[in-house]
């Protein structure tokens, strides 16, 4: 099989949620912690809406990875419609994820519409994870999306990580009770 239906994926995803699917550049990350670090306020009547950072502590993302690792904000922490954090290491290959919140963006309807296209582009690269959220798909073999309650959770590790789902998993189990 060719690899072009993987990247025809990727492009599509990535286009359809904006996101990024690479591990991300310290220079990234160092010019975003300023922005996540301005509170939102939160309208009457509104939800609190909480930082990716706050959903999961290094400590707790350390134990789930295997490794030391600290969280900055990525540059799609865009309050109060999207909150991302990257968490890495100091090593060079390190452990690494991300989670990136889209607040409103989970609508069962879209991830409907691009789990057939995806299965139309290549058969087999979407696989349903039961009990995450109302809906959740491994898009690659190192990023999950889940729907939950009409947000829109993205994890992903560095290429190559190895046992993905169960820690995809843990981290969605710590994530809702915060978010």
């Known amino acids: 099989m060719s690899s072009k239906p993987a990247v025809y994926l990727t492009i599509f995803l990535s286009a359809v949620f904006g996101s990024g699917c690479s591990k991300q550049e310290g220079s990234r990350v160092a010019a975003t912690t300023a922005t996540a670090a301005k509170a939102t306020t939160v309208a009457p009547g509104e939800r609190h809406r909480a930082r990716a950072c706050d959903m999961v ?17 990525g540059a799609l922490e865009i309050p109060p419609t999207r909150t991302e954090c990257i968490y890495s290491s100091a090593l060079e290959q390190g452990p690494y994820a991300e989670i990136e919140v889209d607040w409103d963006g989970g609508d069962l309807k879209a991830m409907e519409t691009a789990v057939g296209l995806v299965n139309g ?43 993905v789902i169960p820690m995809a998993r843990r981290i969605y189990e710590i994530a809702k009770t915060r978010m």
């Open 57 to 73: 502590t290094p400590t707790e993302m350390s134990a789930i990875l295997g490794g030391p690792v600290t969280a900055a904000a």
């Open 121 to 163: 582009i290549a058969a087999g690269a979407v696989d349903p994870l039961q009990g995450l959220g109302e809906r959740a798909h491994m898009v690659t073999s190192f990023q999950i999306f889940i729907s939950t309650h009409g947000d829109l959770m993205m994890i992903r590790f560095a290429p190559g990580t190895k046992n």
